[in-house]
């Protein structure tokens, strides 16, 4: 079965001219939460609601940021908090943009909004921006939230290889004194106070 790009607006196939030009093209991730932060960003829908991939789905390298791949090895792979945010999406699916409307009533709304923060007195402008202040509500940008979410887990995946590594670490150390403890009984060096001491550091390699 070919392998083409499931995203809108892109013809991207798997084929001899996109594997020059360093084209790839990556199965969806098999965690749910990734995978559903994955169909959510390509805004795809069906008649059943958002559309579901199939095994054979497949997303090319062109709708991900480069900080998202891992080039380190023979294959080039994606990071796990990869998140695809690169799209040419058509209008009906774009993020729609407030228009200020120019009616007579919209306009009597805003002057009415407006003139309520025009400040009579110091005492008074400095209570109403307080009352301001308190229940104003800002709904927080998608992409700015994806964000926050893959440095988060870039810094999770950073302690997480910090931790294996102190791991390794410790394994080592504890099969050179287990090495050392051997070599002190063979040569009768090894009392019984030191013998304890040692077997707490050697503990389980």
């Known amino acids: 079965m070919p392998v083409s790009c499931c ?6 196939r798997y084929n ?18 990734r995978r559903e932060r994955w169909i959510v960003a390509l805004r795809r829908r069906s008649e059943y609601g958002l559309w579901q991939p199939s095994s ?7 709708h991900f940021t480069e900080d998202c791949f891992d080039r380190t ?4 792979r994606l990071k796990d908090y990869a998140v695809p945010s690169l799209f040419e999406f058509p209008p009906h699916l ?9 009616t007579a009533t ?7 909004v407006a003139s309520y923060f025009i400040p009579t007195t110091k005492s008074v402008a400095k209570k109403r921006l307080n009352v301001y202040e308190e229940h104003s509500y800002t709904v927080p940008d998608v992409e700015q939230l994806q964000s926050k979410l893959m440095a988060a887990e870039r810094e999770r995946d950073r302690l997480l290889k910090e931790l294996r590594n102190a791991k390794d670490r410790e394994k080592r150390i504890r099969r050179t004194v287990r090495d050392l403890l051997e070599e002190l009984d063979s040569k009768n060096l090894m009392t019984a106070e030191l013998q304890t001491k040692l ?3 050697a503990g389980d390699c």
Do not use: M, W
Request: glycine share 4%.
């Open 7 to 12: 995203s809108f607006n892109c013809t991207e």
């Open 16 to 33: 001899e001219i996109t594997k020059e030009r360093g084209v790839t093209f990556h199965t969806f991730p098999t965690n749910q939460t």
């Open 56 to 62: 054979y789905s497949r997303l090319c390298s062109k």
């Open 73 to 76: 090895g023979q294959a080039v």
């Open 94 to 102: 774009q993020k729609k943009q407030t228009t200020v409307r120019n």
């Open 106 to 112: 919209s306009q009597a709304a805003r002057d009415s």
């Open 199 to 201: 077997d707490f550091y």
